[in-house]
């Protein structure tokens, strides 16, 4: 009871404005290797295939993007990402089947993704149902190419896919950005209890599967996340305010935990 009580203490804010989350495959800190073998989590960012799916490939290659942004290496999806050779319409409902990546996104969020098509292909954006909220086509080697895919995001999904539907596409960079948390204590209604011990963040009593939880820095950053049905863990490696978002079926919440 003291465990939970320590968390409550600090549900009093209003909300908290996120930092711009960039993934670079040019960060060879973040990126080391030649390959991503799926399923992989790197830094929030959720490679993910079918069972049996080829690595992510990740190739050097050279592109200035019309916002000036030059990128050296990408990675590629090795073909459709829906195991045919037409692209999902947006609106229609279909899950990926091959290899895809999962971005976690909080309520009014822009994500970016610098893509490359190679030819007449496209780069796909749905929710975690699988409902294509974003197609971007591509029309053969010239200025047509290349793109900076932007998709202002308002829903409560967890998380959204980035797809490749014809073709094999290539991203350079992600980003997500501008989001605002809104923090509050637990609800009565949602039985999930969020606390601190040591160096450790504790999330207890999930209710629903496949519920995403997001731990934010004060200053916004994400710097935890997972994708559970049972009982997680977080290790924290520096003191200080975080931030404990849960979304699942039943709902959202957000909670602030202090590590001392």
Do not use: C
């Given at each position: 009871m003291k465990k939970l009580l320590f968390s409550l203490m600090f549900a009093g804010i209003s909300a908290v404005t996120l930092n711009a989350q960039v993934w670079d495959l040019a960060d060879t800190a973040t990126f080391p290797d030649a390959s991503i073998v799926v399923p992989t989590t790197i830094n929030g960012l959720k490679f993910s295939g079918a069972s049996g799916s080829s690595a992510f490939a990740i190739t050097s290659n050279s592109v200035t993007f019309g916002d000036n942004f030059v990128a050296t290496k990408r990675f590629q999806f090795g073909g459709n990402s829906y195991?045919?050779?037409?692209?999902?319409?947006?609106?229609?409902?279909?899950?990926?089947?091959?290899?895809?990546?999962?971005?976690?996104?909080?309520?009014?969020?822009?994500?970016?993704?610098?893509?490359?098509?190679?030819?007449?292909?496209?780069?796909?954006?749905?929710?975690?149902?699988?409902?294509v909220l974003s197609s971007t086509a591509f029309a053969g080697?010239?200025?047509?190419?290349?793109?900076?895919?932007?998709?202002?995001?308002?829903?409560?999904?967890?998380?959204?896919?980035?797809?490749?539907?014809?073709?094999?596409?290539?991203?350079?960079?992600?980003?997500?950005s501008a989001g605002t948390l809104a923090?509050?204590?637990?609800?009565?209604?949602?039985?999930?209890?969020?606390?601190?011990?040591?160096?450790?963040?504790?999330?207890?009593?999930?209710?629903?599967?496949?519920?995403?939880?997001?731990?934010?820095?004060?200053?916004?950053?994400?710097?935890?996340?997972?994708?559970?049905?049972?009982?997680?863990?977080f290790d924290i490696g520096a003191k200080g305010v975080y931030i404990v978002n849960v979304k699942s079926e039943a709902g959202e919440k957000s909670v602030k935990v202090m590590i001392k």
């Open positions: 195991s045919g050779s037409s692209s999902p319409a947006v609106g229609s409902q279909t899950m990926p089947t091959k290899k895809w990546v999962e971005v976690a996104v909080p309520t009014n969020s822009v994500l970016k993704i610098w893509a490359r098509g190679g030819g007449a292909r496209n780069v796909l954006i749905s929710d975690n149902t699988g409902t080697n010239t200025t047509a190419d290349i793109a900076v895919i932007s998709y202002t995001y308002a829903g409560s999904a967890p998380y959204l896919i980035i797809s490749s539907g014809v073709g094999d596409n290539y991203i350079y960079k992600i980003e997500v923090v509050s204590g637990f609800k009565s209604g949602i039985k999930a209890t969020a606390f601190s011990t040591g160096n450790t963040i504790h999330v207890r009593d999930l209710e629903s599967k496949n519920t995403h939880i997001n731990v934010y820095s004060a200053n916004g950053t994400l710097v935890k996340t997972a994708e559970t049905s049972t009982d997680a863990s």
